[in-house]
């Protein structure tokens, strides 16, 4: 950008407009929402947030659709949460009135919509200041930037509105000039001849190197977006418009649109809770939200675009923010709000939007801190040049040149008719982890020279065609690597001793289900052919080197037009941190909740992350006793290999034995239960292959684990009294192995498909009464539909479970429960095999609305199951048989039913019980 240059943006584009367009006669007072009222009790939950502006009339002008533009005609209607009225004007420009209010309702799921959840969401928009974005114009043109002016209107009630008139009249909104370019080829907004919208501008930079932008100026106005608070940044707010080209590239200028998040306040229980699942409803005051919150919109797209600003050239676009914005800004600022506002807010707007620009550069530096530790780098599908040195200081020199000179001559230091790169950027080892270079589509030549003192990796991925990829660095004391990535063309490497070649192709998962593709396989499929003969679109996986675009120009490797705006790519970058909650039913335990840590990283080319680990305090009110367990995840590199721990120690461990045998006495449950002490840990390495994604997975799991139980004994207890094996306290060691594989339809209620689990363990050592056993698990279901695509299905559920040796009784076969046989306590009978099978129908019945709307359904089963204890299963089979409802909302199911067996009993579960 060069900050001086662009600060005529806004000006220019308000020049653009006759000054008669604002010429209005007549005002009108309104009361932006009104159904945001709300008393004390409701602001204690939902916040009190802006919801006395929405409260407060303001008089705003009325819209003259025969003078503004020389006249408005209206021809459609748009919008997300906004309600938009797209016009023509009689300039020749295109305007759009959008309301002040949201009307949420309509861009929420099925199942929210019209709901009491949905009236909650939609209570959100009293977050919101309304009117916000007639303020933000001063401050976007002390800064520079390229907009539309946008100002307050009464839509009036008018029959030139025809068919839009019932909706639109006496309705509040904003006007601005919708920016685009004019009709062959004419200058545009603000005198540009082309403007994009941010897809179409992602598309062209990796389309051919003479399309760039203008990186200052776009971080110029992310800074804006923090100061205001705005932290509704998706792509679909920003146009790009292409000025006169400068040397040999066009620097694109953003243009930030829909202001209407400037700052945006949300307070209140239920606004915190909302803030864990989106961190874009924050608080507005004179100290910023998390970082998380600032960027949760646009990180994913706008990494690339950042990629090339070192500290120095940051820290220069955020102090030059920070000057132009002067009080006297500001103040211009808040004297474009209604004057109500002003009275009741201004004071406030005042005091903290000076305090958050004093603090503006720590919070820039942050982010650009954060950003600096994994950096994309993106070449284009023409033939591409790079060169990166490694420097004795330990920096990294990245340079892209358009063209493909020999890359040994550029190993040698004489490229030849050196031009300007259109990427460069010095990487420091104090700042950057590594920096990934993807060079898409074109014949490409890279090399990678110098001497390796730092610890920064280097990853080149070549993409289609016939690339000469060259590392001639030599180790000199660092520990960073070179890495070379190509999977197609004919392509030549050339390395030296700190470099690996990868030539495998990238695989990924895509969310959706090869048997049932939805909407988002169908988009996925469209998107990524195989022209290599790799596997087709629909087949479950997705190559992105084998991707496209709609031109049938190919993809490079990890494309981010398709996988960022797809919304199907995987996170590769920096690491997360939460709290976590849990809860659950234990067996003689009843309620264990638990509370802990989560810290997931994430890496190149590791799926879905690089690793997880989930620390866990436990708690079971029913005994009063705790326990902890760890829960650690590790995948590797473009692999189906990954690595895992659990590890668990708990005083409220229980075991329940009423004896061996299918004719076991009946007696009380307590007398049966007794409760132990359990250590336990294994680590396993885990291989997942890739299938089509969501009910369409597959994991296979073998590793050494570890098991220690400390019965304590009760008097009278059935343990006490037949003192099996395990009756004492024991340690096993040994493997196991844990697999499973599910093919459905992914639904919350599936309808056909069928899922497989195996668990086995060999227990070659085990100290105390007991002896070295083994034993295998093996579990089953299908499901049949019977009727359409909407009608009842037939689930079906099989298992068994056989132990070999001399076991302890916590290792026994079991049968009863929820897991097996309904209708019989958890653990009914035990022996050294089962058998057990499941029936059931699952019936929608019909749509209701609770918190939210969802499918209610009923269910009917029988089960049957028997065990087997030295080869006798006296007593045969045990029935049970009952019926329930189940819910399907929002992608979730909860069921409840209740089953007659050996004794009535209730079941309700977060699910379906298979």
């Known amino acids: 950008m060069a900050l001086g240059r662009i600060g005529a943006g806004g000006v220019l584009a308000l020049l653009c407009v006759p000054a008669a367009l604002f010429a209005q006669r007549d005002s009108a007072e309104v009361v932006p929402g009104p159904r945001y009222a709300a008393d004390r009790v409701q602001e204690f939950f939902l916040g009190e947030n802006w919801r006395h502006l929405w409260l407060t009339p303001i008089r705003a002008p009325v819209l003259d659709l025969g003078s503004f533009a020389g006249g408005l005609e209206p021809f459609r209607t748009g919008g997300n949460q906004s309600t938009t ?34 009236i909650l969401i939609q209570d959100q928009t009293s977050a919101l200041f309304p009117t916000a974005e007639a303020a933000v114009g001063p401050i976007q043109d002390a800064v520079g930037l390229l907009y539309p002016p946008a100002r307050v209107f009464v839509m009036p009630d008018d029959p030139r509105l025809g068919e839009f008139r019932e909706e639109f009249a006496g309705m509040l909104g904003v006007l601005f000039e919708r920016p685009d370019e004019g009709p062959d080829g004419t200058p545009g907004f603000a005198g540009s001849r082309r403007v994009v919208a941010m897809e179409r501008m992602l598309e062209r930079l990796v389309e051919e190197p003479a399309d760039r932008v203008d990186s200052r100026e776009y971080l110029a106005a992310r800074l804006v977006d923090f100061l205001i608070n705005d932290t509704d940044r998706s792509e679909d707010q920003w146009r790009w418009a292409r000025p006169e080209r400068e040397g040999a590239y066009y620097r694109w200028r953003p243009i930030p649109l829909d202001r209407d998040g400037a700052f945006m306040n949300s307070n209140g229980v239920l606004g915190g809770i909302a803030r864990r699942i989106y961190p874009k ?103 591409d040049r ?62 990678v020279r110098g001497e390796v003192t730092s610890d920064i990796i280097v990853r080149v991925i070549g993409g289609h065609g016939d690339d000469v990829l060259v590392d001639s660095t030599v180790a000199a004391g660092g520990r960073g690597r070179t890495v070379l990535y190509d999977a197609h063309g004919e392509n030549t490497f050339i390395t030296g001793p700190r470099t690996r070649v990868e030539r495998r192709p990238f695989r990924f998962e895509v969310p959706a289900s090869s048997l049932s593709p939805g ?4 988009v996925a499929a469209d998107a990524q052919p195989a022209p290599h003969g790799e596997m087709p679109p629909g087949a479950g996986a997705a190559d992105d080197e084998d991707a496209g675009n709609a031109d049938g120009k190919p993809y490079g490797d990890d494309d981010w037009v398709v996988h960022k705006i797809g919304g199907d790519r995987y996170r590769d970058y920096g690491s997360t941190f939460s709290w976590r909650p849990t809860a659950d039913f234990e067996l003689g335990t009843g309620l264990v909740v638990g ?33 902890i367990e760890l829960d650690g995840d590790v995948r590797r590199e473009n692999s189906p290999f990954g690595f ?49 994604g969501r009910g369409d997975r597959a994991r296979i799991s073998v590793g050494p684990a570890f098991v220690y139980r400390d019965p304590r004994f009760e008097r009278g207890s059935t343990l006490s009294l037949l003192r099996p094996p395990g009756s004492s306290p024991f340690g096993q060691i040994g493997a196991i192995l844990d697999a499973e594989l599910e093919r459905t339809d992914g639904q919350p209620v599936p309808r056909r498909g069928f899922t497989v689990d195996v668990q086995a363990g060999f227990w070659p050592f085990v100290d105390g009464e007991a002896d070295d056993f083994a034993d295998v ?68 019945i019909t749509r209701v609305t609770l918190l939210t709307a969802g499918e209610l359904g009923a269910l009917a089963f029988a089960d049957a199951a028997r065990v087997f204890f030295d080869g006798d299963s006296n007593d045969g089979w045990h029935v049970g048989a009952g019926v329930g409802l189940w819910y399907a909302t929002l992608g979730q199911v909860v069921s409840a039913a209740v089953a007659r067996g050996g004794r009535t009993r209730l079941y309700a579960w977060l699910g379906l019980p298979y």
Request: hydrophobic share 40%.
């Open 595 to 627: 509370f802990g840590p989560v810290e997931t990283y994430y890496g190149f080319r590791h799926v879905p992350y690089a690793s997880r680990v989930r620390l866990t305090v436990l708690f079971a009110p029913g005994p009063f006793d705790f326990g």
């Open 85 to 118: 009225l797209h016009m023509r004007g009689a300039d020749g420009r295109r305007y759009v009135f959008r309301s002040v209010d949201k009307f949420v309702q309509k861009s929420l799921p099925r199942d929210l919509r019209g709901t009491p959840a949905g």
């Open 519 to 522: 909407p988002e396989a169908a």
């Open 281 to 383: 409803l924050v608080a507005f005051g004179p100290d910023y939200p998390d970082r998380r919150s600032l960027v949760f919109e646009a990180v994913d797209y706008e990494r690339p675009l950042l990629s090339d600003l070192d500290r120095r050239t940051w820290d220069s676009v955020t102090a030059a923010v920070q000057t132009r914005i002067t009080d006297d800004v500001i103040d211009r600022a808040i004297a474009q709000l209604p004057a109500p506002y002003r009275a009741m807010e201004g004071a406030r707007l005042e005091r903290d939007l000076r305090a958050r620009r004093d603090r503006l550069r720590e919070v820039s530096l942050d982010y650009y801190e954060w950003l600096a530790v994994d950096v994309d780098v993106h070449g284009t599908h023409e033939p």
């Open 644 to 692: 895992s721990l659990l590890a668990r120690a708990v005083r409220f461990g229980a075991v329940r034995f009423f004896g061996f045998g299918n004719d076991t006495p009946e007696f009380d449950t307590d007398r049966a239960t007794v409760r132990q002490t359990e250590l336990s840990a294994a680590a396993t390495l885990d291989w997942r292959p890739r299938y089509g």
């Open 386 to 447: 790079l060169e990166v040195v490694r420097l004795a200081d330990g920096t990294v020199d990245v340079r892209l040149y358009p063209g493909a000179a020999s890359a040994m001559a550029v190993a040698d230091g004489d490229a030849g008719g050196r031009q300007e790169p259109y990427f460069h950027r010095r990487f420091v080892p104090t700042e950057t982890r590594e920096v990934r270079i993807y060079l898409h589509g074109g014949d490409d030549h890279a090399v």
């Open 777 to 844: 698990e093996v579990v089953g279901a299908y499901y049949l539909p019977l009727r359409g695509p909407t009608g009842p299905v037939l689930a079906f559920r099989t298992g068994g479970e056989r132990v070999w040796g001399d076991f302890p009784v916590q290792e026994a076969a079991f049968i009863g429960g929820r897991h097996s046989l309904r209708g019989y306590v958890s653990r009914r009978y035990a022996g050294d095999a089962s058998l057990f099978g499941s029936a059931e129908l699952r019936w929608p």
